[in-house]
């Protein structure tokens, strides 16, 4: 990979990984409703959910989604319905693990929901065909990908997660633990909104 790709993608994939979105909401609520140690699933399946997309994309995936638009509009309107189903869910619970959505993703449950994860598939869509596909060197640069959007996004997650657990304590005074759900909910929703208008 060129050394300015190289650079271009990495502030990129650290950007998209650490920015708020589906998975870093979901990371934070677990932290709070369950600790850390309950989200490592999600770490690791994040990750291994979001690169096997980015290869299946990479190979062609790109192209059978470009020539079935209503297959790509029904991916989108399923990942946003989910998206908002969540958001509901989270936006009605005002205890700990009160909701289907506070409870943690196994490691296969956060692999699939990358499928319909909205803001994954710009991401890999964007990174795949601005860095890999019809490059000479497009195995290396898809090897390089990988590892690229594998390291950032567990990161983000674990430090989503920690972050959700720091604050378990504190939210559990008063009304901030319904604040801090309605506030996650929103951006859940905020961010379907968001990729519906796209």
């Known amino acids: 990979m060129l050394h300015a790709d190289l650079i271009a993608f990495s502030i990129f994939a650290w950007i ?11 990371a934070a609520t677990t932290g709070v409703h369950h600790g850390l140690r309950a989200a490592l699933p999600q770490v690791a399946g994040v990750p291994l959910g979001f690169v096997a997309m980015m290869w299946a994309v990479g190979m062609g995936g790109a192209t059978l989604l470009q020539g079935h638009p209503v297959l790509l509009q029904a991916m989108k ?6 998206l908002l189903y969540l958001a509901w869910n989270l936006c009605r619970s005002d205890r700990l693990s009160a909701a289907p959505l506070i409870q943690p993703f196994s490691l296969s449950r956060a692999a699939l929901f990358q499928v319909v994860n909205p803001k994954a598939w710009m991401m890999l869509v964007a990174a795949t065909s601005t860095y890999a596909i019809g490059r000479e060197d497009f195995l290396a640069r898809m090897l390089w990908m990988s590892l690229g959007f594998a390291i950032p996004s567990a990161l983000s997650l674990l430090t989503w997660a920690w972050m959700g657990e720091r604050l378990r304590g504190w939210l559990l005074v008063g009304q901030r633990l319904r604040r801090f759900n309605l506030t996650m909910g929103a951006a859940l929703a905020l961010t379907a909104a968001w990729m519906l208008s796209l």
Do not use: K
Not at 77 to 82: D, I, K, T, V
């Open 16 to 26: 998209g990984s650490f920015t708020p979105g589906p998975n870093v909401a979901i």
């Open 77 to 82: 309107l399923a990942g946003n319905a989910y």
